[in-house]
Every structure is written in C-alpha cells, then in structure tokens.
C-alpha cells in the first residue's frame, strides 16, 4: 500500500483545512487509517485515527472537537476535517494505515508503532 497526503497550505488562525489521503491498492479499505504531525523541533503526535469501516474513531486531545476523521473506501481515501486552526497546529501532517483494527490495549490506537505503511508529509501552516 502506497499513501500520498495532501490538502496542506497557509491559513490564518480559526480557518479550515480538508486533507486528504489516498491509498493505492483494495486493501487499504480493510486496514485503519491515522493521521499524525510532526512540529519542527518536536516528536510526532498523534492526531487522529478511523476504522476500516468508518467506526471507532479516535483523536489526540488536542484537537478534538476541532477535527473529525472520516473516510472513503470506494475511493481508498481517509480525510482529517481540520476546523477553527491554531498557530500551535502547524506541522507536517503524516498519514498511515494499519493492518491490524483491534487490539487489546486502547494505547496502541494511538502509537505510531503498529502502523505499517506511511505517506509523504503535507505542511500546514497557521499564522496568527
């Protein structure tokens, strides 16, 4: 499976980006999908994460109910509604997919270890 991200840009605080991830190969509509950023000078985060089927969707404290995930099997593509962006947000947004749907311990829903397969980055840049 192959991710290309995209969808990143400028905007000013308390706009609104859609970004994209589209996947090559049928079996990303059996795999999880998750989105993660990287600011410059920290680690990566976890940003959000859906199930194969659109259920079970999770989100980093730190933007949710500013973000929702959802998804698009027919057209093997994941999207991360980014709404009312802050200066803090900007980063190199990642997605990923994950073969494996559940686990046994809700921590590896949001590490970016058991995710298999990675996409370039997309840049999002909020300005004040």
């Known amino acids: 499976v192959q991710l290309q991200a995209s969808g990143g840009g400028s905007v000013q605080a308390g706009g609104s980006l859609r970004l994209s991830c589209v996947a090559s190969?049928?079996?990303?509509?059996?795999?999880?999908a998750g989105w993660f950023r990287q600011a410059p000078g920290r680690e990566r985060e976890f940003v959000a994460r859906?199930?194969?089927?659109?259920?079970?969707?999770y989100y980093a404290d730190s933007v949710k109910g500013r973000s929702t995930i959802s998804r698009d099997n027919n057209k093997n593509t994941a999207y991360p509604q980014m709404n009312s962006l802050k200066p803090e947000d900007t980063a190199v947004y990642y997605c990923?997919?994950?073969?494996?749907?559940?686990?046994?311990?809700?921590?590896?829903?949001?590490?970016?270890?058991?995710?298999?397969?990675w996409g370039q980055g997309t840049l999002v840049t909020v300005s004040s």
């Open positions: 190969g049928r079996a990303f509509g059996t795999y999880a």
């Open positions: 859906i199930r194969w089927n659109g259920g079970n969707t």
């Open positions: 990923a997919a994950d073969r494996q749907t559940d686990y046994s311990s809700s921590y590896h829903y949001t590490t970016a270890d058991v995710f298999d397969y």
